[in-house]
């Protein structure tokens, strides 16, 4: 069963991407692995410049889920580690798979757009609750604890539960610190078959010279 990858990755986060990627294709048995590059917006202040790249972001998925109808798709963040093969991910009666529940991460979705389902409505759909979240946070000021399009994402899952396969989290999207990956491999690696490092943009240094 043939199956495609595809993320995307800022130019601050590369070294993630970097790093991650040779587990994609030595792991994940995909036949296909797609990247979208790209340099960040830059906003007129940090809201703005968060708005700016969440509506970039869920545009591209939202144009990769278009691209690759009919096909099996995982969509993946930059920092995970692939450390089985994934294929499993893909439910045979459910559209869209996800590695936690109840609340959501939008970094490992698998779609199983085989499936007559309509995901291309549902993820335009998603794009225009996003952009019009943002506008509200935006009119509202202060700051934003929760990331937009991972809300967006989550209240737009939830209305459709009855179409969502609940994968075990800490199979499919273990997440861990890097500081402390190397023992948590120890210790669970076994069980593991996406290793979801929780890093920022801003500890892209912990890349270098790391080993796990
Ligand atoms: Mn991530």
Not at 57 to 71: I, S, W
Not at 193 to 203: A, E, N, P, Y
Request: glycine share 6%; net charge neutral; with cysteine.
């Amino acid at each position: 069963m043939s199956f495609t990858i595809c993320s995307w990755c800022s130019r601050n986060y590369y070294p993630a991407l970097d790093f991650c990627l040779p587990s994609w294709y030595q792991n994940s048995g995909a036949s296909r692995i797609t990247l979208h590059l790209y340099d960040s917006c830059e906003g007129k202040d940090a809201n703005d410049t968060w708005f700016l790249n969440a509506v970039h972001r869920c545009k591209l998925m939202r144009d990769a889920v278009r691209e690759a109808a009919g096909t099996k798709l995982l969509l993946l963040d930059a920092d995970c580690i692939v450390m089985k093969e994934l294929s499993a991910g893909f439910s045979e009666t459910k559209p869209i798979g996800v590695a936690r529940w109840p609340r959501i991460n939008m970094g490992v979705l698998f779609l199983n757009m085989t499936l007559d389902w309509p995901f291309v409505e549902f993820f335009d759909k998603f794009v225009e609750r996003l952009m019009a979240e943002c506008d509200r946070l935006k009119k509202r000021g202060g700051k934003w604890s929760d990331p937009p399009d991972q809300a967006v994402l989550h209240e737009m899952l939830h209305e459709r539960e009855g179409d969502i396969e609940k994968l075990d989290a800490a199979a499919w999207n273990y997440c861990t610190a890097i500081p402390v990956a190397k023992e948590r491999i120890a210790k669970h690696g076994r069980d593991m078959k996406i290793l979801h490092l929780r890093i920022r943009s801003t500890d892209m240094k912990a890349f270098r010279g790391l080993s796990l």
